[in-house]
């Protein structure tokens, strides 16, 4: 068996293992492992693979990043930022038809700016708001709906963990790939809104809404949530125009977080421990995903797959179009029985030398940052596609009252606003790029 067919053969068996529940890392390491066994015959190169990878892997200084930002949004929900953004645009949505599930997709989005995480955003800000969802009459599909969709926006509105990743796996530049996202999150938060606002005109009886609130407090509101703005600032602004580098960024921000939760209270000793410790374990579990995907990676490297795949694919004379919405396709079905960072590291290595040798009319650094603006887009829509989208199973848990299928019903309005975004940014790419060649 040569060694492009072993590559061939070891994505299905990489699949088998993933869908019989045995954890992503670890299959990715055992099939990277058994292939190159296969490949070298002996454990002695294997062994001194193993030794290269890791230190290759991290040692980038890139990779700090991460858990800076996870501890960042740690910090950020033990100062009480959750509760204030979500106060300030209850302020002045709460009193609309589906007002107060706006200012949770509000409140979402400016959590997402200083966090980071989906699954961080969408437990958090659960916490915050659920209870007054339920208060003001929403019905559990629309609530458990809007808060698993909103707590997408922590990977898509930068910075965001799973963008980090892309960069370092296609050698792009961070801070363009968190300038090019910044555009498509707007889009995405205000796509939300006129789902619900359709989706309440059409189930008058799934919402209710929150007395009108005066100016004054409007304002006292908007004037509580200026933590999350300077942070915002400074973290994302510092990046834009080059004041840090985006891991220096991190390290801000992080502090400026921790600084502002202790001047509010939120953080002890006790607190600081376990949010150190749940930076930790989040931190760990991300690194040993992304140091299978090495392993594997490795070992498509040596079968030439990506290589050979690129190759035929531009020899079969297939329109560059035709390629890209096949990729996007099998991105909305893998992320049915996958979490999204596992997606971009297993597919990454393999469809972005395709995609490099298309041509869609762009520069080859302006095609790799759409492409992975479009991928994001993608990977966060399977976040939230039934059967396991990971955001519906954390929001499902904490609305226990609320059977699966409910919340399944109530995501799908935010699903079909996310399929509509999708085809917006791909039809049309000066939409995440413009702000990149404005700044650059």
Not at 392 to 409: C, E, G, H, K
Request: proline share 5%; charged share 10%; aromatic share 12%.
């Amino acid at each position: 068996m040569s060694n492009l067919e072993l590559g061939l053969y070891s994505f299905p068996v990489l699949l088998l293992l993933i869908f019989l529940r045995i954890p992503i890392g670890l299959s990715m390491l055992a099939v990277g492992l058994g292939g190159l066994y296969m490949v070298y015959g002996n454990v002695t190169p294997i062994l001194s693979r193993l030794k290269g990878e890791t230190y290759s892997t991290f040692s980038s200084y890139s990779l700090s990043i991460i858990p800076l930002f996870l501890l960042m949004g740690q910090f950020a929900g033990l100062g009480g930022m959750s509760q204030s953004l979500f106060k300030a645009a209850n302020a002045w949505l709460g009193h609309r038809k589906g007002g107060v599930a706006m200012s949770a997709i509000g409140a979402c989005a400016g959590f997402g700016a200083i966090c980071g995480s989906s699954l961080a955003t969408a437990a958090t800000m659960a916490q915050v708001a659920l209870p007054e969802l339920k208060r003001y009459g929403y019905s559990g599909a629309l609530a458990t709906g809007t808060l698993a969709a909103g707590g997408t926006l922590g990977i898509l509105i930068p910075p965001s963990v799973v963008l980090v990743i892309y960069a370092i796996l296609a050698e792009q530049n961070i801070a363009k790939l968190f300038v090019a996202a910044f555009v498509p999150g707007i889009i995405a938060a205000i796509g939300y809104m006129i789902a619900i606002s359709i989706y309440v005109r059409l189930f008058p009886g799934s919402a209710g809404s929150s007395p009108r609130q005066p100016y004054g407090e409007r304002f006292k509101a908007l004037f509580d949530v200026w933590p999350v703005l300077l942070v915002f600032f400074l973290v994302v602004f510092g990046i834009y125009f080059g004041w840090f580098t985006p891991t220096e960024a991190a390290a801000i921000g992080a502090a400026g977080t921790g600084i502002i939760a202790w001047l509010n209270g939120g953080l002890t000793r006790k607190t600081l421990i376990d949010s150190i410790l749940m930076t930790a374990s989040a931190t760990a579990m991300i690194f040993f995903i992304v140091y299978g995907a090495a392993i594997y990676n490795s070992f498509l490297a040596i079968s030439q797959l990506p290589n050979q795949a690129a190759a035929w694919v531009t020899s079969q004379g297939f329109s560059p179009w035709t390629v890209l919405v096949c990729m996007l396709i099998f991105y909305l079905i893998l992320g049915c029985f996958m979490d999204s960072l596992s997606m971009i590291l297993l597919t990454i290595p393999i469809f972005f030398p395709i995609v490099s040798g298309l041509d869609f009319g762009l520069q080859p650094e302006e095609l790799a940052i759409w492409f992975g603006i479009l991928v994001l887009i993608v990977v966060e829509v399977g976040l939230i596609t039934p059967p396991v989208g990971m955001n519906l199973f954390v929001i499902n848990s904490m609305a226990r009252d609320v059977p699966i299928l409910q919340t399944y019903r109530g995501v799908t309005p935010f699903v079909i606003s996310d399929f509509v975004r999708t085809v917006l940014l791909t039809l049309f790419p000066a939409i995440s790029l413009f702000m990149v060649r404005w700044l650059y």
